[in-house]
């Protein structure tokens, strides 16, 4: 445990702080506890969850649908092949806790599909391409 002294509007505060980062925590009591000591022989770990494999590329001549701000894929409403009209939905993008349809630029056929539901992108990064 450490002792520091925090001032808020004003006021003079002494807390202590414990340090959880090796692992080893204290009970109620002040006694070691081994906080990633494994259950029933086992140390339980989260499932990861990896997205389907995804074009890393638009193919030459293809029209590039981009993302306009960062934030994750919610879902994805196209594949390669499928023919969109323009203004139709090809994915939605969860930006700053709100919902953002993103349409097709034009008329045409899903040349590739670059991103996968869950995965987080960047403002500019290529989302989908239509050719």
Partial sequence: MKKFKITVNGTVYE???????????????????????????????APTKTPPPVATSVPSGATSVTAPMPGNILS?????????????????????????????PKSGTVASVNVAAGSAVNGGDVLVGIS
Avoid at 24 to 39: M, S, Y
Wanted: charge should be negative.
């Fill in 15 to 45: 807390v202590e702080v414990e340090e959880v980062g090796s692992g080893v925590g204290r009970d109620a009591l002040g006694t070691p506890q081994n906080n990633n000591a494994p259950i029933n022989g086992r140390q339980n770990a």
């Fill in 76 to 104: 994805v409403n196209v594949a390669v092949g499928d023919t969109v009209a323009e203004g139709d939905v090809v994915c939605v993008l969860e930006a700053m806790k709100m919902e953002n349809e993103i349409v097709a």
